[in-house]
């Protein structure tokens, strides 16, 4: 067999590599914590499970439209508008299987070779990953736990030139829970009013998990940029859903066709009794988001205390999401041995920082989508080896 030499370019993401090597351990009658992995540790709320079901029994078994349901994209319309003020046609929406297709389409969209896309670096590795394999050059932006893992607008703006196709942000951020503050967002926006030329793609996904009373300061406050402008964000991590694999994604005019093409040729649509639960999940009640934000934020506060107190390590106080992403450079340890000393010696599964960028060698990646209970024998056990 001939492989297609494009896929020498196509990486992963290795957070599902911890996740194997955790149950191995586990196959082998070890007990491990894990705080490795990217997902909510609830169920889907109730209601909207029974509205899955109940579309099923009604008969929801057939393809939909491939952009989604109209009545779902309606809904998230809805959302929009009440999440931002956002007038956004219903006809601009794409629900997808999950947040990951619209990195695809987005980056078989702009990259081949001679183009240049800019990324979030430490970020999720599927945007590097993507960007290789459709042959354009990675640009990364550099984010740094100095400044809280924001960036400074003039150095972002500076790295684009005339090749520059798409600017990829993430914001709250994977892996570092980093939230960049809205004023900043304000200035790059801005900056960005000079570069037409430049595509955004905004990955949203972690826009529901922010704490401390902020506000998600969301793409969608600059109508100047929305005839390019992508937003993907969905149901996974909101409403606990990853294993529907529901997503959605607003995209410029422009470009809704060739999407929706790009649907059609590759998963057709997605589950259509799927569709109406993700209807069910927007319209609420969202009661469960404050059940599930308020017990994420005495994780948060019990795992950067405790990660503080313990020497040579420095934990930043994560803006949003469930991850922090704490520098460990002065344990002596780089963050692969550091992750598999915790795994071997503590039986606690957490991410070296190289899993979201080769910058990252002095970091590891916390998630605190565990019990708090869970979060403090794992605590304990690391600082035992320490
Ligand atoms: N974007 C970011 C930043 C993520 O962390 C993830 C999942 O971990 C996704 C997108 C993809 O989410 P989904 O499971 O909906 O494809």
Redesign the pocket.
Known sequence: MKIAQSFSRLGTESAFEVLAKAKKLESEGQEIINLGI??PDFRTPQHIVEAGKKALEDGHHGYTAANGTLELRQSVSAHIKKMYSATIDPSRVLITP???PT?YFAMMLFGEPGAEIIYPEPG?PIYESMINYSGAKAVPMYLSDKNNFSFNVKEVLSLINDKTRLLIL?NP??PTGGLIPKDQIDELAKGLEQYPHVAIMS?E??SRQIYDGNKMPSFFYYPKLYDRLIV?D?W??TYAM?GW???WSVWPEQLIELVTRMAINSYSCVSAANQVAAIAALDGPHDFLEDMMSKFNKRRKLIVEGLNSMDGIKCNNPGGAFYVFPNISETGLTGAQFADKCLYEAGVAIVPGTSFGKSANDFVRFSFANSYENIEKALEKIKNIL
């Open positions: 990217g997902q999950g947040g990951k990195m999720f993430n951020q994977n990955d996904i972690y993907l969905g996974s991590k990853t694999r529901l997503g």
